[in-house]
């Protein structure tokens, strides 16, 4: 299993910025646009249990997958966990600290690249390489809205 760890601090508290990362349509615009994410069921405000059905495009071809939220524990932390999707496993953990300026939001992803001859190609490396690109972006888009704390870049 790899694991994918990306945090950013903002200037804003914790319970603000998961309130904001609660609400998928949020996660959809802060994502960025080559990705194409489309909801295609999810609701309005995630809790536990919550269900998220939805399309990304991946390396050219648009997949489809559907992550359970397994873990609740408002503000702090939330987990969705891939329960039908292209990769061999996903979870995504998301965590909120405060910190003296504002808060510190921490995106850790556990996974495993496909099996067969689609993990000849879609490889841990490219997995990656592709979250290091999208959480650049998710994380540069939570600047832009609640801003840095002062010092932090």
């Not at 966990?81 to 921490?106: I, K, M, Y």
């Not at 490396?125 to 959480?135: P, T, V």
Request: proline share 6%; glycine share 8%; hydrophobic share 40%.
């Amino acid at each position: 299993m790899a694991v994918f760890e990306a945090s950013v601090e903002l200037a804003c508290s914790p319970e603000v910025a998961f309130e904001f990362l609660a609400q998928p349509e949020n996660i959809r615009l802060i994502t960025p646009s080559s990705v194409m994410l489309v909801f295609d069921a999810a609701p309005q405000r995630l809790s536990l249990g919550a269900r998220m059905e939805f399309r990304v495009q991946a390396y050219g071809v648009v997949r489809s997958a559907v992550h359970d939220v397994t873990v609740w524990d408002e503000p702090r932390r939330f987990v969705e966990r891939q329960v039908e999707g292209p990769l061999g496993s996903w979870e995504h953990e998301h965590l909120f600290e405060a910190t003296s300026a504002g808060s510190r939001v921490t995106d850790r992803i556990t996974f495993v690249p496909p099996g067969g001859i689609l993990g000849l190609l879609i490889n841990e490396r490219k997995i990656r390489e592709a979250l290091e690109d999208g959480f650049g972006h998710r994380h540069h888009e939570l600047e832009k809205r609640f801003g840095t704390p002062s010092g932090a870049a």
